[in-house]
């Protein structure tokens, strides 16, 4: 048994895809499905059911999966536990990323990382089913940091840090409210046609939350996987209106942005393993990361802190 098959392995179970795991372990899905192949019989156990156009683990995949993580932990922790002695900072760091970042400038944050650690390779992920799903893949080790907005919990095997919060804003043409920006009371919107985040998304379940709290049910027949400009020029071509984190609505001054009645907070946190359990590189980019967050303009952060 190799590390490697354990990596493929541990791939295709993150993705439940052979062609979505390839991509992700920048390898040929041939060379990858063959090597998958060789472990289940090495093993003399079938890992993966393939008889339904979904693929799934059975339950002896499961039981494997998760010894298969701590090993490549393991390998990686003992790997990474001698950089001193060469030196330099090297490693990888697998980090969960969000569609949006609001008033924290992540791409200068990682390339400053970038430029201070040359030798450390930043793998970024996007999660398609929502951020919360970093949780699950930072206690089971596939992810080393990740980017979490409105968390459904604080799970009490991870450090969370608050990264920054702020408002929530209504946003809509000129045209739709050519009134003063008085505050928008949500009980007023409840027929409005809203643009936004597939219902998974941590902003989605924000909003969806703070309708349910006065008594209202949300109406959003346009649902966007995707960032601010695609739902702004939605809303710019009339398609309906939405709200947005306060500093997002800032990039788009053709449109007009008024506070809510009812204050709903937008929270950004920083997810990681405790810090007994942080590789040198993984630990490097949090620091990097605690510290554009406090260079954030106070009036839209907050500093980090564990709640």
Not at 122 to 143: D, N
Not at 155 to 166: G, I
């Amino acid at each position: 048994m190799e590390l490697r098959q354990l990596e493929y392995f541990v791939a295709v179970a993150a993705e439940m895809s052979f062609s979505r795991a390839a991509t992700r372990a920048h390898v040929v899905q041939s060379a990858l499905s063959t090597s998958v192949a060789k472990l289940e019989r090495e093993l003399e156990v079938q890992l993966f059911d393939r008889s339904r156009q979904q693929i799934s683990l059975t339950a002896a995949g499961e039981r494997f999966r998760s010894h298969a993580l701590d090993v490549l932990h393991t390998a990686r922790a003992a790997a990474e536990s001698v950089q001193e002695f060469r030196g330099t900072l090297s490693g990888t760091v697998e980090f969960g990323s969000l569609i949006a970042f609001g008033p924290l400038d992540v791409a200068a944050a990682l390339g400053q990382f970038h430029r201070e650690n040359p030798h450390v390779r930043l793998r970024l992920h996007l999660s398609q089913s929502g951020a919360s799903a970093y949780l699950s893949a930072l206690t089971e080790g596939s992810l080393d940091l990740a980017l979490v907005s409105v968390p459904e919990r604080l799970p009490p095997s991870l450090d969370m840090r608050l990264l920054f919060e702020e408002p929530m804003v209504y946003v809509c043409r000129a045209q739709d409210m050519p009134t003063a920006a008085t505050p928008v009371d949500l009980t007023d919107l409840a027929t409005a046609e809203l643009v936004g985040f597939p219902p998974n998304f941590g902003l989605r379940r924000l909003m969806d939350d703070a309708f349910h709290a006065v008594g209202v049910q949300s109406r959003t027949p346009y649902e966007v996987p995707a960032g601010f400009a695609a739902i702004a020029e939605l809303v710019r071509n009339g398609l309906g209106t939405t709200f947005m984190p306060a500093s997002e609505a800032d990039r788009f001054p053709d449109l007009r942005s008024y506070p809510l009645a009812q204050q709903v907070t937008w929270q950004v946190y920083l997810a990681s393993p405790p810090a007994v359990r942080m590789t040198p590189a993984g630990t490097r980019l949090a620091d990097t990361l605690l510290a554009a967050a406090a260079a954030t303009p106070a009036q839209r952060r907050v500093p980090g802190r564990r709640p």
